[in-house]
């Protein structure tokens, strides 16, 4: 069994069955929950909020990793930690002081991670990835589920690898969007130590079977 972790996105889940859902989970070999939180701003969309993290929060019996895509996330990185988030992503594009969001992430106890949009480049957190817990590459542009998965990811973890080895960093590396049968392995490959996968899990006939078989890619 490989040693990458599965993070499921509810995004795909079924709202009215939320609680079912969670319990799926629970109750399979998924390592993390993986929560995308939209403001309508930063992305053309908007997701869920608080209330129904605190919801998924009061039944989840795995880490929650809170994938923000809102403007202005220093706002709320208390209000996260509250709900139990533990790791708390922000978005490189709206942070423009990422340093000092980053040390607020984890002096409120959480893990703190970075995205990048699809058009940034890795050498941008050249500065900061001593100081970053993890790193999430969006393989598609951020705000949808279910779109296709950009080839050019490949290439992005080979340089993040590079990077973190240049640096001594021990950061992890996942992969949000457009995760399948068709690309997990060769993530896996060139490095991704977490994957995340909505439409793929929640799309299938036996969702918790189609974690299983992410789980067992080595
Ligand atoms: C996209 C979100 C993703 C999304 C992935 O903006 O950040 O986490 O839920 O969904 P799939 O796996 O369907 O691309
Ligand atoms: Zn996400």
């Known amino acids: 069994m490989s040693q990458t972790l599965i993070a499921p996105s509810i995004l795909a889940a079924d709202f009215g069955n939320l609680q079912r859902d969670v319990e799926m989970i629970n109750n399979s070999e998924a390592d993390w929950f993986h929560l995308d939180v939209m403001d309508g701003v930063f992305v053309p969309n908007i997701s869920f909020g608080m209330p ?3 919801s998924i929060s009061l039944h989840a019996k795995k880490p929650l ?11 709320y990185i208390k209000a996260f930690a509250k709900l139990g988030a533990n790791v708390l992503t922000v978005h490189y594009e709206a ?4 340093h000092r969001t980053l040390q607020a992430i984890k002096a409120e106890g959480m893990q ?3 995205a990048l949009n699809p058009h940034t480049n890795i ?5 900061t990835i001593n100081d970053i817990d993890l790193v999430c590459i969006m393989s598609v542009n951020p705000g949808f589920g279910g779109q296709s998965f950009i080839e050019n990811t490949y290439y992005k973890v080979k340089q993040l690898k590079k990077l ?15 995760v399948t049968n068709k690309n997990a392995q060769q993530l896996i490959d060139v490095g991704a130590d977490v994957l995340v996968a909505g439409s793929y899990v929640f799309g299938s006939e036996n969702p918790s079977e189609t974690i299983k078989v992410l789980k067992e890619l080595v």
């Not at 240049?166 to 949000?176: N, V």
């Open 52 to 54: 129904v993290i605190k």
């Open 65 to 75: 990793d809170v994938h923000l895509m809102i403007v202005e996330p220093d706002r």
């Open 95 to 98: 942070c423009t002081h990422l």
């Open 112 to 114: 703190a991670g970075v």
């Open 123 to 127: 050498s941008f957190l050249e500065d």
């Open 164 to 178: 973190l080895l240049e640096k001594g960093a021990s950061t992890k590396i996942e992969i949000d969007g457009g």
